[in-house]
């Protein structure tokens, strides 16, 4: 156990369909980030939050947000899913230089 | 915008091989710079870690990595692999201003016993 954790750890959805991922960091971690994992992107950087505020953005599609809760916990929002979407989602929160990541939900879009 | 570049996409070896992997990033400032592997089914684990000090860094098991920061390079070594270290191996950067990880597309390697 990583200490960060992600539900669900498999999404089975229909294209067009919207999800929610939901990702709680190792406890004292104020950041949150989110990456999309596919065989052929690699490890894409989606987006980051610092307590509770947007820090940074990167290959985010305008079909998916996310937002960072008082408590700290993280969801991302996947809406109008296409097959191309089927990925493993990871998150990672940190503190200081120290990364840690969830083992990822498993998004697979029929 | 940082970038991260591994040269390998995937590397077949024999146990006892040694290896080596490599990385270079682009980016004019300061950086933080990482591997990570990924054994099949779990989530990434730190190898080791370069921010400051000596550019020689030992990680765990085995493995060690040489910045060098006139090349943008952060290569991975081990100088005997195992069976056991068949994995996705990531390099990664951040910027040291706090903004995210940033990895390379990562490298398959397959040792064979």
């Known amino acids: 156990d990583s200490g960060v954790t992600q539900t669900p750890k498999h999404l089975i959805t229909a294209t067009g369909q919207r999800v929610t991922l939901r990702c709680s960091p190792r406890?004292?971690?104020?950041?949150v980030y989110w990456y999309q994992q596919s065989l052929d992107q690699g490890l894409q950087f989606l987006i980051q939050?610092?307590?509770?505020?947007?820090?940074a953005k990167g290959n985010i599609l305008e079909r998916f947000s996310a937002q960072q809760f008082p408590d700290l916990h993280s969801e991302l929002n996947l809406s109008s899913l296409e097959l191309g979407d089927s990925a493993l989602y990871f998150c990672?929160?940190?503190?200081?230089?120290?990364?840690?990541f969830g083992s990822g939900t498993r998004l697979t879009v029929v | 915008a940082q970038s991260v570049s591994q040269h390998n996409h995937h590397v077949i070896l024999s146990e006892a091989a040694s290896l080596e992997l490599g990385c270079n990033y682009s980016?004019?400032?300061?950086?933080?710079l990482f591997w990570y592997v990924q054994y099949p089914g779990q989530h990434l684990q730190l190898l080791l870690k370069?921010?400051?000090?000596?550019?020689l860094v030992k990680g765990i098991k085995g493995f060690e990595a040489e910045f060098i920061k006139s090349k943008f390079s952060f290569n991975l070594r081990k100088p005997s692999v195992q069976w056991s270290d068949t994995a996705e191996y990531f390099c990664?950067?951040?910027?040291?201003?706090?903004?995210?990880?940033?990895f390379g597309k990562g490298t398959t390697l397959s040792v064979s016993s």
């Open positions: 980016y004019g400032g300061t950086v933080n």
């Open positions: 370069y921010f400051s000090g000596d550019p």
């Open positions: 939050y610092y307590n509770g505020e947007e820090r």
């Open positions: 990664a950067v951040d910027n040291q201003a706090g903004t995210a990880l940033i």
């Open positions: 406890s004292g971690d104020l950041s």
């Open positions: 990672a929160s940190s503190k200081g230089i120290r990364y840690t």
